[in-house]
């Protein structure tokens, strides 16, 4: 919501609202004949506006909005619609629908006669997925959204009339691999006689719509971002009944939209693990994320709504549930309005924003979906380190279907790297954070994120990262040179100064050493014991082996087993990337073992 104070005619008003800064002109008469969003960077977010006269919206570069007279108030109301959701298909909603703050090219079709239910008809939908779990979990709820919406899923590239790409911004490699698939789709186009629609959904959407919209040759018809997905079946039925160059796009970012009410579908139903987003957004404005900018600003989704949603997926007889979130355990539902409190940060931590009031916790959240079914293995991803409160920790050793396995995202080993990257904590106060968790849970394993030759890193700050790796001794490590993403404070403020050779080398060190110690312990400590696992899916080797995900995450190899079921095994022989076991017995349905 925009609030406005002592406006006047001929006014410009620039309101800050988090990161995001809206600006609203007005004419001599005091209407409102302009509202923009824009993020830091001056970027455009969306704009909806009122042009008269030669320099009409016809005549505009992008046309925004029809010239019949809206107004501010028009844009609250069709704010408002949109948070109540997609469940309603009433001549109401698509009539604010149609007003909701798009762009477009060229001439599009309109939809606002069309039966909500009816606007994907014969239309055919497959989506690709690229990046984090939660990107996974977003794209069930699209299609969710579209499939209620009449469009038809695809598994085959062929068969669909819609390509949806969803994608991830988070490092420079990621988005190459999306540009090159990009390429191979409009190349395959220019083979083919019959029209596809390509989308590009997430996190990409925002950062680079211009590019993807504008280029020569254009890649995309339709550009989204992760908060607008309820608008994307109007924006595909506008484009698919419009002219061939027409392209539709919208990346603005809700303070408040967390999908709560979407109920995921998959093509394949017969899942064993299952993703669901329980919070959205981050706040944390690390120097070199790219995520509060693409993602906005952080909102949990009601503790009721996520526990209905587990209750639904064990009935369905998933076995493992993984809440997600881009900081997971910052969750805090305020839904309720009780916020009595305010939320104390685990001891030597600190954040860029005040502390906040709070809500239901994350570990009221865990207790809760842990509590749903004791046969159900419960994990969750991606925490930050700051938010381990004592209470959390409580839950693992009352709730032996929670996974003790933690990810602990570091990012670097030395003080003045993590001053650097503002991530609010030392070296040692990561290790004491580290130690004080394997004391209150035996058996506890990590896997960690970690960034080598982030600006200005020296070797000694190097070194201070292989330390770490030593002392901590991961099971799992996600290890990436840094790459520079355009409009992070890193990007405006800091200079990428470590040569791409010194950088792929340091990255080549931590490998190894992750690798070295892990094996390490692995011999010393795994072989011969006995594991609980769970068969989470089946891939035939030349052995004729199988693949197999661990209580800690880890992958495991063997002969035939039923997948979907728990089975104890007997660890003898492992690397850094598999361990091979053998069968001890049978078990369905069992109680964890640790």
Same mark, same amino acid.
């Given at each position: 919501m925009v609030m406005l104070r002592n406006v006047l005619p001929s006014h410009i008003l620039l309101q800050a609202k988090g990161d995001i800064r809206y600006r609203i002109r007005y004419n001599s008469f005091g209407a409102c004949s302009e509202l923009s969003a824009y993020s830091f960077g001056r970027r455009p977010l969306c704009s909806v506006s009122k042009q008269t006269g030669e320099k009409s919206i016809q005549n505009a570069k992008r046309r925004i909005l029809p010239n019949d007279g809206y107004t501010l108030q028009?844009?609250?109301?069709?704010?408002?619609?949109?948070?109540?959701?997609? !469940?309603? !298909?009433?001549?109401?909603?698509?009539?604010?629908?149609?007003?909701?703050k798009i762009g477009w090219k060229g001439h599009l079709g309109d939809v606002r006669s069309t039966p909500y239910e009816e606007l994907g008809t014969c239309d055919k939908v497959y989506m690709e997925t690229y990046g984090c779990q939660m990107n996974v979990s977003d794209t069930d709820v699209v299609q969710e959204i579209l499939s209620k919406a009449g469009f038809e899923l695809t598994a085959s590239l062929n068969d669909a009339t819609i390509v949806l790409l969803n994608t991830c911004a988070i490092r420079d490699k990621a988005?190459?691999?999306?540009?090159?698939?990009?390429?191979?789709?409009?190349?395959?186009?220019? &083979?083919?006689?019959?029209?596809?629609?390509?989308?590009?959904?997430?996190?990409? !959407?925002?950062?680079?719509?211009?590019?993807?919209?504008?280029?020569?040759?254009?890649?995309?018809?339709?550009?989204?971002?992760?908060?607008?997905y309820r608008d994307l079946p109007y924006l595909l039925a506008a484009v698919s009944s419009g002219e061939?160059?027409?392209?539709?796009?919208?990346?603005?970012?809700?303070?408040?939209?967390?999908?709560?009410?979407?109920?995921?579908?998959?093509?394949?139903?017969?899942g064993i693990s299952?993703?669901?987003?329980?919070?959205?957004?981050?706040?944390?404005?690390?120097?070199?994320?790219?995520?509060?900018?693409?993602?906005? =600003? &952080?909102r949990s989704r009601p503790v009721d709504t996520i526990v209905s949603h587990v209750q639904r997926l064990s009935d369905n007889g998933f076995k493992e549930v993984v809440l997600l979130g881009q900081n997971v355990n910052s969750y805090n539902d305020i839904s309720s309005g009780k916020t009595d409190s305010h939320i104390v940060y685990s001891?030597?931590?600190?954040?860029?924003?005040?502390?906040?009031?709070?809500?239901?916790?994350?570990?009221?959240?865990?207790?809760?979906?842990?509590e749903v079914n004791p046969n159900m293995r419960v994990r969750f991803t991606s925490p930050h380190?700051?938010?381990?409160?004592? &209470?959390?920790?409580?839950?693992?050793?009352?709730?032996?279907?929670?996974?003790?396995?933690?990810?602990?995202?570091?990012?670097?080993?030395?003080?003045?790297?993590? =001053?650097?990257m503002r991530r609010g904590y030392t070296k040692e106060t990561y290790l004491a954070l580290v130690n004080h968790i394997k004391e209150r849970i035996p058996n506890v394993s990590f896997s960690s994120d970690l960034i080598v030759g982030f600006c200005g890193e020296t070797e000694f700050d190097h070194q201070e990262t292989l330390?770490?790796?030593?002392?901590? =001794?991961?099971?799992?490590?996600?290890?990436?040179?840094?790459?520079?993403?355009?409009?992070?404070?890193?990007?405006?403020?800091?200079?990428?100064?470590?040569? !791409?050779?010194?950088?792929?080398?340091?990255?080549? &060190?931590?490998?190894?050493l992750f690798r070295e110690i892990a094996d390490r312990?692995?011999?010393?400590?795994?072989?011969?014991?006995?594991?609980?696992?769970?068969?989470?899916?089946?891939?035939?080797?030349?052995?004729?082996?199988?693949?197999?995900?661990?209580?800690?995450? =880890?992958?495991?190899?063997?002969?035939?087993e039923r997948v979907g079921f728990y089975s104890e095994r007997r660890l003898h022989s492992r690397t850094s990337l598999s361990t091979r076991c053998t069968a001890s017995l049978h078990k369905a349905n069992c109680s964890f073992i640790h």
């Open positions: 028009d844009f609250v109301a069709a704010s408002q619609v949109r948070q109540v959701g997609i !469940a309603s !298909a009433s001549g109401e909603l698509r009539k604010v629908q149609s007003k909701v988005e190459r691999k999306i540009w090159h698939r990009l390429d191979a789709l409009r190349q395959k186009q220019t &083979e083919e006689t019959k029209k596809r629609i390509v989308g590009v959904l997430g996190c990409m !959407a925002e950062r680079l719509k211009e590019k993807l919209l504008e280029g020569e040759p254009r890649l995309a018809d339709i550009v989204v971002g992760p908060d607008s061939n160059d027409a392209a539709a796009y919208n990346v603005q970012l809700s303070m408040d939209e967390t999908y709560a009410d979407i109920s995921p579908v998959r093509l394949n139903e017969q299952a993703f669901i987003s329980v919070m959205r957004g981050c706040d944390n404005f690390c120097t070199f994320c790219v995520v509060p900018y693409t993602r906005g =600003k &952080e001891s030597g931590f600190s954040s860029v924003y005040k502390p906040k009031k709070k809500g239901i916790s994350f570990a009221e959240l865990i207790r809760r979906v842990c380190p700051k938010d381990f409160p004592e &209470e959390l920790l409580d839950l693992y050793n009352e709730y032996p279907n929670l996974c003790r396995h933690i990810h602990l995202p570091v990012q670097s080993g030395s003080s003045n790297i993590l =001053k650097k330390d770490l790796l030593t002392k901590v =001794k991961y099971s799992q490590a996600f290890t990436f040179a840094y790459s520079e993403r355009s409009n992070t404070f890193a990007a405006r403020h800091l200079v990428d100064d470590v040569p !791409a050779d010194t950088k792929g080398r340091r990255l080549q &060190e931590v490998i190894q312990e692995s011999i010393q400590h795994e072989m011969n014991s006995l594991k609980l696992v769970l068969v989470n899916e089946m891939e035939m080797k030349d052995d004729q082996e199988y693949w197999d995900l661990f209580v800690h995450s =880890k992958r495991f190899i063997w002969n035939y």
